[in-house]
């Protein structure tokens, strides 16, 4: 059973940073794209950023583009999101998810990805 579980959430000040982990499990951290999303609440749930598992052009949302770093470790089977120079806007819930298939330009389509977690909680203080 594929299984994604986030974690290293919080609460922060806005300028700080935080980092966030997404562990897969049940299912080989190959041939798939792994993306961070987020949600507020009545809000739509919108793409942050993504990463193929195999490398290759990393996807940002251009409201975290120069702030936010996605990052992978394969031998972990786990993806990070570096976000640093947080804003109160960022505030929200966070979600990681696995497409079993490649990313593109639609990476940012939240229908696009079979697997998601459970979501983590990040809010930013100004």
């Known amino acids: 059973r594929v299984q994604l579980v986030e974690s290293g959430g919080g609460s922060v000040q806005a300028g700080g940073s935080l980092r966030l982990s997404c562990a897969l499990s049940g299912y080989p951290y190959s041939y798939i794209c792994m993306g961070w999303f987020r949600q507020v609440p009545g809000k739509e749930r919108e793409g942050v950023a993504a990463i193929y598992s195999g490398g290759g052009p990393t996807y940002y949302a251009d409201s975290v583009k120069g702030r936010f770093t996605i990052s992978q470790d394969n031998a972990k089977n786990t993806m990070y999101l570096q976000m640093n120079s947080l804003k109160a806007e960022d505030t929200a819930s966070y979600y990681c998810?696995?497409?079993?298939?490649?990313?593109?330009?639609?990476?940012?389509?939240?229908?696009?990805?079979?697997?998601w977690g459970q979501g983590i909680l990040v809010t930013v203080s100004s």
């Open positions: 998810a696995a497409n079993l298939g490649l990313c593109g330009d639609t990476w940012y389509w939240s229908n696009q990805f079979q697997y």
